[in-house]
């Protein structure tokens, strides 16, 4: 089981945003997609989930490339999107439901997971809600619970904290680190460095749409020598190399 990006080249309108990204990652392995504002990193997201078609290069999951099979393809990867999508007329069951649907999961065993991640984010009392009713968090939490309540073997966490209260970071690294026991393979992508260095396993540095940097935080701490240790002057080095 990997996630494979092999010399990928991708953009809007064929006007090339990532250029040559090659990375992976593997079973039980949290990867950090970083780097700054416009580097690239939703933009190879969209590429992973075949939203955009790379120019050149091959994207590969458990050795299939999504041409292969679209549904299976799709059904593998669980997306914790930046802007929580909900649709205004169906409540919190229903996106369950839909999310049950779509996976093609087992309705009782979904949704008692479901229903456990919901207790968990204190959900529990909400299903007949409407998104109208959710705040911001809340509208996060759902994707939360819409994400680990499937079998994916990957799952795409977008930029999750900047909206989540301190205990549903908390629990959202939990579940992260859940999936990583169970074997899974997490692709996260924050700029909240301090609170998600503990869960990454591996930083994958994307400037300029290139990759710049990949390796663990030993490794980027020596290529950038921070030296205090703050992994957030990374940023400012980025911003200088340009
Ligand atoms: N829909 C779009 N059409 C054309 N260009 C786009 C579109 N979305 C993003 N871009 C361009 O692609 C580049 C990379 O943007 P992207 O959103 O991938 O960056 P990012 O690393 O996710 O940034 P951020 O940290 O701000 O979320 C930017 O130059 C941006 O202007």
Known sequence: MSLKLNQVTGGYARVPVIKDVSFEINPSEVVGLIGLNGAGKSTAIKHILG???PISGEI????????????????????????????SE????????????S????????????????????????????????????????????????????????????????????????????????????????????????????FVVLNDGRVVSNGTLDDIKSQYQLTDGRLEDLYSQLAKRG
Do not use: C
Not at 90 to 101: Q, S, V
């Open 60 to 87: 590969t999951l458990n050795e299939q490339t999504m041409a292969q099979d679209t549904k299976q393809f799709k059904k593998q990867i669980a997306i914790m999107p930046e802007t929580p999508v909900l649709y």
């Open 103 to 202: 996976y093609d999961l087992d309705y009782d065993k979904a949704f008692e997971r479901a229903e456990k991640l919901l207790e968990i984010l204190r959900l529990d009392n909400k299903l007949d809600w409407l998104p109208v009713n959710f705040s911001k968090g809340m509208k996060q939490k759902v994707m939360i619970v819409t994400a680990f309540m499937t079998d994916a073997s990957l799952f795409i966490i977008d930029e999750p904290f900047t909206g989540l209260d301190p205990l549903a970071v908390e629990d959202l690294l939990n579940l992260i680190a859940e999936k990583k026991a169970e074997g899974k393979m997490v692709l996260l992508t924050t700029h909240i460095l301090s609170t998600a260095r503990d869960a990454i396993d591996r």
């Open 90 to 101: 169906l409540t919190l069951k229903e996106h369950l439901e839909m999310t049950i649907f």
């Open 51 to 53: 939203i955009l078609k």
